[in-house]
């Protein structure tokens, strides 16, 4: 699953890093819950929660059906 979730996130990637942002995978529980922490300008973005519940989890969710819920920590 950790494959997958790569490679989910490499297609969300290009959109964070034109805002001067970026997403690093750093887990996932066996809960399907992945913990991501934005970098760059996404990690103090105001926009960051929707960024990262209506881009990063939905796409993560579409591709990784085993994905339950994305949060970011620090």
């Given at each position: 699953m950790r494959e997958q979730i790569e490679a989910a996130l490499n297609k969300v990637r290009p959109m964070l890093q034109r805002d001067g942002g970026d997403v690093e995978f750093v887990d996932v529980t066996e809960?399907?819950?992945?913990?991501?922490?934005?970098?760059?300008?996404?990690?103090?973005?105001?926009?960051?929660?929707?960024?990262?519940?209506n881009g990063i989890e939905k796409i993560l969710k579409e591709q990784v059906p085993e994905v339950t819920q994305v949060i970011a920590i620090q």
């Open positions: 809960g399907g819950v992945v913990q991501v922490r934005l970098k760059g300008a996404c990690g103090g973005c105001p926009m960051a929660t929707m960024t990262l519940k």
